[in-house]
């Protein structure tokens, strides 16, 4: 019913910036929170940034002053761009957003993107 799309990922080396993008589709009446999350090899899936329709933000502790995250609430887009990368940044990321559906507007759902690599290494 509801799909997302990742683009962006990449490699980079350390220093460097890239920008991801998810784009949600199908029958959506609204989304509250949209976000960020990446899971590295043999870790568990952690919260990289999360932003509201409103506009309010919130970020891990290690992401804090390089990662901005924003969206189009007019193209149910988030965006997250990533400065001043490092080698513990590498790890899939994955978008997440808490839809409400067309056909049923009283609940929540959540749906999860497949996943966009991002590689930080010289």
């Known amino acids: 019913q509801v799909q997302l799309q990742e683009s962006g990922g990449g490699l980079v080396q350390p220093g460097g910036s890239l920008r991801l993008s998810c784009a949600a589709s199908?029958?959506?009446?609204?989304?509250?929170?949209m976000g960020w999350y990446r899971q590295a090899p043999g870790n568990q899936r952690e919260l990289v940034a999360t932003i509201t329709s409103g506009g309010n933000t919130n970020y891990a502790d290690s992401v804090k002053g390089r990662f901005t995250i924003s969206r189009d609430n007019a193209k149910n887009t988030v965006y997250l761009q990533m400065n001043s990368l490092k080698s513990e940044d590498t790890a899939v990321y994955y978008c997440?957003?808490?839809?409400?559906?067309?056909?049923?507007?009283?609940?929540?759902?959540?749906?999860w993107g497949q996943g966009t690599q991002v590689t930080v290494s010289s």
């Open positions: 199908g029958s959506i009446f609204s989304i509250n929170v």
């Open positions: 997440n957003a808490d839809v409400l559906l067309l056909h049923d507007p009283k609940y929540e759902y959540g749906y």
